[in-house]
C-alpha cells in the first residue's frame, strides 16, 4: 500500500473577490522511503498540496478528491482522528528561516510540546528527547533552551526539522526547506534532510520552486503549474530533458544551485503566472509557452507517457513529437545543465496508458 | 506603509501626461503635471471612498450637524436661548411646545442642543488644526531632518505622550481662564504627539527613498524637498489622522466644558451637561436635559470614527478587509 | 551575553536601553517640575495676581502666595527652592481646605487606588476575553454586536454614560425606584471596620466601578482584537496546528500570548487615559477620591492643591509608562535578549 496517494484531490479556497481553485485534479503517489519532488513557480498550488496532506487548509475551503494517508482518507477524518495522525504519520518542515516558529516560546519547549501531544512521557523523557532530536540534526542540545531570534537562519531549519521528527513520522514533507537561507546552508540543509531520510527510512515529499535542488535530492519530479501536474518522472530525466515546456522553462531558470542571478531571470518564460480565477482557455500554460500551436488555447492536454518512464501534459508530447518541446531556441538545453546531475533513481515506468481525469 | 494613491513625483511622470486635462495650456510645468496626477488621485480616492458604506454613513451624519450648526440661527432664534426671555416652567418634560423639555431656567432643550453644536463643531474643528499644524510641523522636521533635531523633537513628543492629557488640560485651562479660543488651544497643545510621531514615520520612509538622494544631489534645498516630495505624501496620512483628531477633540472639549472649564457666555454640548449636572437634572431624574446633548457628540463623535476608519482603508490598502 | 570583560564595564543592549529607558523617565519627571514651575510664572505681570484673577481673595492670602513663590529673588533661586520644597514632599498650603497639600492629597488616594484598580482588573480580563473571542471567530455574530457596542462606548463621554447609569440605577426611572446609592464612599454612620461597612462601600462602588469598567472595556477590546487578528495570519499558528495541537490551544499557548504583547503596553500607557476618567466619574458619584478633588480645587479654585495633584498623576503615569517598558522587555524574549 502507497503510504501517501493522492487522488484527483481539488482545493478551492473561498475569497471575497470569487473562489479560487488552487488545485485543480491532482493525482500523486509515494511509497514508503521514496522521494518525490514537487517543483512549480508561486501560485502554482504546491504548498496547498502539502497543507492538504495534513488538511491544514483555511476553515471554509472546499475540497474534492481523497488524500489517503496510510490508507486512510484525510479530507474525511473526524477531527479527533485528524489531530493524532497530524505529525504522528506525516510531519511538515515548513519555511523554518522566517515564521514557522513561535518567537515567543524556546524552541525546545515548542519540539517538547509535540511530543507530549501524542506520547504520555514525562517531562524529562521529553528533555531528554528534544536533546536527542537537535543532536540529530546538528545542534547542541543547549539549543533547546534558546529563542528562535537567537538562531540562525539555518540553525532554525535545522530545529524545524528536529520538530518533525519528534513523533517519528514515515513521512516528511518539506515546504520550500532552504528558501531565504545562503547557499551554504541550503546545501547542508538538504544534505542534512537526505541523510535523515536514509537513516530513518522516511519517505520525502520535497516542494521547492527549485527544480536543481529536487533533481539532485529526489527519485522522481512532478512539475505543477496553475494547480495541476504538467509533467512526472524520474528526476534526472524530466531535469535534463523537459517533456513539457514549462518543465524546461523551470530548469533553465536554475542552471545551479543558488545562483541568484538566474534566478531574476528565467530563461524564454515571458508573463506572469495566470491568476487561478481566471485562467487561460485550454492549456492554461499556452499565453506563455514558447511552443504552443494553434489548438494550445482551445485543448488542455492530459498527462501522456513521454518516454524514460515520464509523462507530460503536451500536446507536443500527445501527437508523438515531445523533441519539438527541446529544439525551439533560443535556449537549446544542455547549455545551462547543472554539473551535478542527481541521483538515478528508479522512476517506476507506469504502463502506457494516460490516467484519465474528468475536465471539470 | 505606502500611498499608493499618491505616486512618486519623479517616478510615475510617463502616464500622466496622457491624462492631463485640456484645459491646461499646452507646455506643461512639471509642477502643473504633479498637481493634476494629484487631483486624479483624489478623485480616485474618492470613487473608493464611496464605496465604503460605513464611511458614507459616517458622511451622512457629519454633514446633518454641520448643516445644522450653520442653519442655526434659521432654525431657532438666538432669543430663544436668554434665560430672561425664557418661557417655560424649569426642568418640564418632553411636551408639544418643547419636544426635549426644558432646563432648570425654562429653555428649550432642543434649541439649547442645536446651538450647542455650533461651539462643540467649532472647538473640535479649532483644536484639531492646531493640534495637526503643530503634529505636522514637529513630525516633518524630525523625520527630514533627523539628528539631534530628532532626538530633541521626539523627546519632547514623548513628553506630551506620557502627561496624562486630562489634568494637564485642566491646569493650562485654569490659568489661560475659560474661553472659546483658549479650550480650543489647550486641546491642541495637548493632543499633537500622536500626528507629529505618524508624520514623522512616514517623513523618514519617504526622505530615504532613492529620488529623494537625487534631488537632493541635482542641489534641492530642504525647503524644496519638504515641499515639494515630503509634504505631498504624507498629506493623505495627516488627512485620515485629522479626522480621528477631530473626534478626540469633541470629546476633549466636552469634559473640559463638563468640568466647568468651558466658555461660560456661550452654550456647548458639555457646558450643557456641566449646567444639567450641577443644577441636580439628574438626581430629580430630568433625562430629557441630559439625553440629547449625550447622544448628539455619541452620534458626531461615531460619525468621524467611521469617516476615519473608512479614510484608512482607502488611504492603506493593507488594512482593507479589516 | 557576557555584559563585562575584565577592564571596562561594556553594557548589553538589554542594560543600555535599560539605562535609556530610566534616564527617560527621570528626564520625563523633571519635565513635569519645570513646566509647573513655570506654568504661573510666563504668563504676563504679577503672578500672584494672575492666580487670584478676577476672583475675591484675601490680600493676605496674596502676600502668602507671593511669599511662597519666593519671588523677588532671581528665577534661578526660585526654582531651587520650588525644587527643594517639592521633593521634600512640601507641595504648599491649600487654598479650600487651610492644610498642606501633601496631606489633603494622602487621605485621597486610597479612594482613588480602589475605584481605579478594580474597574481596570475587570475592564481588562472581559475586554481582552472580548477581544480574543470576536477575533477568533471573526464576522461572527458575537463579533459584531462587540464591535459595535464598543465602537459606541469609544464615541461617548464616560461621565455621561455614568449620569445615565446614575438616573437608571441610582435614582431611579419612573416607578422603578433606585437601587444603589447616588454617591459617595459610604452612607453616614456605618463602621467601616466591620462587614456591614465592607459591604456598604461595596454598594457604594458599584456604580462608579461599573461605568469606568464599560468605557474602558471598549478600547481593549479593540486593541486586543486587532492585535490578535495580525497575529492569525502568523505562519507559526499553522505549524502549531500541524503538531496535532486543538484550535483552542493553538489559541491559548500560541496566539493569545504573542498577541497579548502589544495589549500589556497599551494597557500601562492607558494610566494617563484612565486617570482622565477619575476625575470625572469621581465628580459624578461624589467619590471622595483624587479626582473629586481635582474638581473641587479647580472648582475653587485651588492653584496649589491643582498642581500637587497635577505633579502626583503625572508622576504615577510616568512611573506606569517606565513599568509597561520593563515588563515588555520582561515578556518579549525579543528584547529581553537582543
Not at chain 1, 57 to 67: A, D, E, F, K, Y
Request: with cysteine; net charge neutral; hydrophobic share 45%.
Amino acid at each position: 500500500m502507497a503510504l501517501l496517494a493522492v487522488n484527483d484531490l481539488t482545493v478551492i479556497y473561498p475569497a471575497r473577490a470569487g473562489a479560487v481553485p488552487a488545485v485543480r485534479g491532482v493525482d500523486l503517489t509515494l511509497e514508503p522511503g521514496e522521494t518525490l519532488g514537487l517543483a512549480g513557480g508561486s501560485g502554482c498550488g504546491k504548498s496547498t498540496m502539502a497543507a492538504a496532506v495534513l488538511r491544514l487548509l483555511p476553515p471554509g475551503t472546499r475540497t474534492s478528491g481523497t488524500v489517503l494517508l496510510e490508507g486512510e482518507d484525510v479530507l474525511t477524518m473526524r477531527p479527533g482522528r485528524l489531530r493524532a495522525v497530524r505529525w504522528t504519520e506525516a510531519a511538515v518542515v515548513f519555511q523554518g528561516a522566517m515564521h514557522a516558529l513561535n518567537p515567543v516560546r524556546r524552541v525546545g519547549d515548542q519540539i517538547a510540546e509535540a511530543i507530549h501531544l501524542h506520547d504520555k512521557v514525562s517531562d524529562k523523557r521529553a528533555a531528554t528527547r528534544v536533546g536527542e532530536l537537535l543532536e540529530q540534526v546538528g545542534l547542541p542540545a543547549r539549543r533547546a533552551s534558546s529563542y528562535p531570534h537567537e538562531l540562525s537562519g539555518g540553525q532554525r531549519q535545522r530545529v524545524m526539522i528536529a520538530m518533525a521528527l519528534a513523533c517519528s513520522p514515515r513521512l516528511l514533507i518539506a515546504d520550500e526547506p532552504t528558501t531565504a537561507l545562503d547557499v551554504m546552508v541550503q546545501a547542508q540543509v538538504l544534505t542534512l534532510l537526505e541523510e535523515l531520510r536514509r537513516e530513518l527510512g522516511l519517505a520525502l515529499l520535497l516542494i521547492t520552486h527549485d527544480l536543481s535542488v529536487l533533481a539532485s535530492t529526489c527519485e522522481r519530479i512532478a512539475v505543477m503549474y496553475a494547480g495541476r501536474i504538467v509533467e512526472e518522472g524520474p528526476a534526472a530525466k524530466v531535469f535534463e530533458a523537459p517533456a513539457h515546456p514549462y518543465t524546461r522553462a523551470l530548469a533553465e531558470a536554475f542552471p545551479t544551485i543558488g545562483d541568484r542571478a538566474s534566478r531574476r531571470n528565467p530563461h524564454g518564460l515571458g508573463g506572469d503566472p495566470p491568476d487561478p480565477r481566471d485562467l487561460p482557455s485550454g492549456c492554461p500554460f499556452h499565453p506563455r509557452c514558447p511552443v504552443s500551436i494553434a489548438v494550445c488555447p482551445t485543448l488542455e492536454v492530459e498527462l501522456w507517457p513521454a518516454g524514460d518512464g515520464r509523462r507530460a501534459a503536451c500536446v507536443h508530447v500527445r501527437d508523438g513529437h515531445p523533441e519539438l518541446v527541446r529544439q525551439v531556441p533560443p535556449h537549446p538545453v544542455g547549455e545551462d545543465a547543472p554539473a551535478h546531475p542527481g541521483p538515478e533513481g528508479s522512476g517506476e515506468p507506469r504502463g502506457g496508458a494516460p490516467v484519465r481525469r474528468g475536465m471539470s | 506603509m505606502t500611498q499608493p494613491t499618491i505616486e512618486e513625483p519623479l517616478g510615475g511622470a510617463p502616464h500622466a501626461d496622457t491624462t492631463v486635462p485640456p484645459s491646461l495650456p499646452p507646455q506643461l510645468s512639471p509642477r502643473a503635471i504633479s498637481r493634476a496626477r494629484r487631483r486624479q488621485a483624489a478623485a480616485r480616492a474618492w470613487q473608493e471612498y464611496r464605496r465604503n458604506s460605513i464611511g458614507m454613513v459616517g458622511l451622512a451624519i457629519l454633514v446633518l450637524f454641520v448643516a445644522m450648526a450653520v442653519f442655526a440661527p434659521l432654525l431657532v432664534p438666538e432669543s430663544e436661548l436668554d434665560v430672561t426671555k425664557a418661557t417655560g416652567a424649569p426642568f418640564s418634560p418632553p411636551s408639544a411646545e418643547f419636544p426635549l423639555g426644558t432646563d432648570e431656567s425654562g429653555r428649550s432643550v432642543l434649541a439649547l442642543t442645536i446651538w450647542g453644536s455650533r461651539v462643540s463643531l467649532l472647538v473640535g474643528f479649532l483644536a484639531s488644526v492646531i493640534s495637526v499644524v503643530i503634529g505636522s510641523v514637529v513630525g516633518i522636521a524630525a523625520g527630514h531632518f533627523g539628528r539631534w533635531t530628532d532626538s530633541l523633537l521626539m523627546r519632547v513628543t514623548d513628553w506630551f505622550l506620557v502627561i496624562p492629557f486630562l489634568p494637564l488640560a485642566i491646569v493650562l485651562a485654569t490659568v489661560l481662564g475659560p474661553s472659546l479660543a483658549n479650550i480650543a488651544f489647550v486641546i491642541g497643545i495637548t493632543s499633537w504627539p500622536g500626528t507629529a510621531r505618524i508624520v514623522r514615520a512616514q517623513a523618514l520612509a519617504v526622505t530615504s527613498r532613492p529620488y529623494i538622494e537625487r534631488a537632493r544631489a541635482l542641489g534641492a534645498g530642504d525647503w524644496h524637498l519638504i515641499t515639494r516630495h515630503i509634504l505631498p505624501n504624507v498629506v493623505p496620512l495627516i488627512f485620515a489622522n485629522t479626522v480621528l483628531i477631530v473626534a478626540v477633540a469633541i470629546l476633549s472639549e466636552t469634559t473640559l466644558a463638563f468640568l466647568g472649564l468651558g466658555d461660560p457666555l456661550r452654550v456647548s454640548w458639555g457646558s450643557m451637561l456641566d449646567a444639567a449636572f450641577t443644577q441636580g437634572a439628574a438626581s430629580i431624574g430630568a433625562w430629557w436635559y441630559l439625553v440629547p446633548p449625550g447622544v448628539a457628540i455619541l452620534l458626531v463623535v461615531l460619525a468621524f470614527t467611521m469617516i476615519g476608519q473608512a479614510l484608512e482603508s482607502v488611504l492603506n490598502p493593507r488594512l482593507r478587509g479589516r | 551575553m557576557a555584559a563585562t570583560s575584565t577592564r571596562t564595564f561594556r553594557p548589553s543592549a538589554g542594560q543600555r536601553r535599560l539605562g535609556a529607558k530610566l534616564i527617560g523617565a527621570a528626564l520625563s519627571l523633571a519635565f513635569v517640575l519645570v513646566f509647573n514651575f513655570f506654568l504661573f510664572r510666563v504668563l504676563p505681570g504679577d503672578p500672584a495676581k494672575n492666580l487670584t484673577r478676577n476672583r475675591l481673595v484675601p490680600a493676605e492670602q496674596v502676600e502668602v502666595l507671593r511669599e511662597s513663590f519666593g519671588l523677588g529673588k532671581p528665577l534661578p533661586q526660585q526654582f531651587a527652592q520650588y525644587v527643594r520644597d517639592t521633593l521634600s514632599g512640601d507641595l504648599g498650603i491649600s487654598y479650600k481646605f487651610r492644610r498642606p497639600v501633601s496631606e489633603v492629597i494622602a487621605e485621597r488616594i486610597w479612594p482613588t487606588v480602589l475605584l481605579l484598580g478594580l474597574s481596570t482588573l475587570l475592564s481588562t480580563a472581559i475586554g481582552l476575553w472580548i477581544g480574543i473571542r470576536g477575533a477568533w471567530r471573526r464576522n461572527s455574530v458575537f463579533d459584531r454586536v462587540s464591535l459595535g457596542a464598543s465602537l459606541a462606548l469609544y464615541a461617548m463621554p464616560e461621565f455621561w454614560l455614568g449620569i445615565m447609569l446614575l438616573i437608571a440605577f441610582g435614582v431611579g426611572v419612573g416607578p422603578l425606584p433606585g437601587l444603589f446609592p447616588t454617591g459617595g464612599l459610604s452612607s453616614p454612620d456605618t463602621e467601616l471596620a466591620s462587614l456591614a461597612g465592607v459591604a456598604d462601600v461595596a454598594r457604594h462602588l458599584f456604580l462608579p466601578c461599573l461605568t469606568l469598567t464599560l468605557a474602558y472595556i471598549a478600547e481593549y477590546a479593540l486593541v486586543m482584537r486587532s492585535s490578535l487578528l495580525d497575529e492569525l495570519t502568523e505562519d507559526y499558528l499553522t505549524t502549531a496546528r500541524a503538531k496535532g495541537l486543538r484550535d483552542a490551544l493553538v489559541l491559548r499557548r500560541h496566539a493569545v500570548p504573542n498577541a497579548l504583547l502589544p495589549t500589556t503596553t497599551l494597557i500601562f500607557l492607558n494610566l494617563g487615559f484612565i486617570v482622565s476618567g477619575a476625575i470625572t466619574i469621581e465628580t459624578v458619584y461624589s467619590w471622595p477620591g483624587l479626582g473629586l478633588l481635582s474638581y473641587e480645587a479647580l472648582r475653587t479654585p485651588d492653584y496649589p492643591l491643582l498642581q500637587g495633584v497635577f505633579l502626583l498623576f503625572s508622576a504615577a503615569v510616568i512611573i506606569a509608562n517606565l513599568i509597561a517598558d520593563l515588563l515588555y522587555a520582561y515578556l518579549d524574549p525579543r528584547v529581553r535578549t537582543g
